[in-house]
């Protein structure tokens, strides 16, 4: 009797396989934006072929999407280590400043956010992704300042949430500034960034 087998799928290889798709994927995206990069420059990034693609991901879109989602499984475990890491509240996020000013003067990786942004303004599903992953990261934000670890635990929501919108205005906006003057520095941002947001996590009446 002649019976096929199905194979199964190596869940590791798998997601190694999804990995290095988004890798390409993110590649494409830099170089030549979200509408410049057809599946077909993906695959040969990639290594595989298109068909291969398809069987990880139904759509340019949906690489897209996983993109923001690892993004913010990124962001998550940054904030966890800010929760689990004992000590001073504040001392541990202003020592957290040094890898957020990296990450958001990072052009390499700025580029791709700056074109997610622009896929955003054109696409209402990506623009709901990047904002459910904003408001989530608002939401982590203010757990860690309402927190009995937190001198601003007394403030008002309405006090906490202006706070949260300046400190992530200010580390958002910093890719903005690496853009149009290539010679900004981490050591020069830190002068001004550190007391500033010591400030607003610390001074209230």
Do not use: W
Not at 49 to 60: E, L, V
Request: some cysteine; aromatic content about 4%; charged content about 25%.
């Amino acid at each position: 009797m002649n019976t096929k087998t199905k194979r199964k799928t190596d869940p590791a290889l798998a997601q190694a396989r999804r990995e290095q798709v988004l890798a390409a994927a993110a590649d494409c995206f830099k170089r030549k934006g979200y509408h410049g990069a057809g599946m077909a420059e993906i695959s040969k990034t990639a290594g595989m072929s298109a068909g291969h693609i398809y069987n990880y991901f139904a759509s340019k879109e949906a690489i897209i999407e996983s993109i923001i989602e690892r993004d913010m499984e990124e962001m998550f475990s940054i904030f966890q280590q800010f929760e689990d890491q004992p000590g001073d509240l504040v001392t541990v996020l202003l020592d957290g400043l040094d890898h957020g000013v990296e990450r958001h003067t990072d052009i390499n990786q700025g580029s791709l956010d700056l074109e997610m942004l622009a896929e955003a303004a054109r696409n209402e599903k990506v623009a709901t992704l990047l904002r459910d992953s904003d408001a989530l990261a608002r939401a982590k934000m203010r757990s860690l300042l309402v927190g009995e670890r937190s001198p601003l635990k007394a403030a008002s929501a309405t006090e906490i949430d202006s706070r949260i919108e300046i400190m992530f205005a200010a580390m958002t906006g910093l890719l903005l500034r690496k853009t149009l003057n290539p010679s900004v520095n981490k050591d020069t941002l830190l002068i001004a960034l550190r007391p500033a947001m010591k400030t607003l996590l610390t001074s209230f009446e």
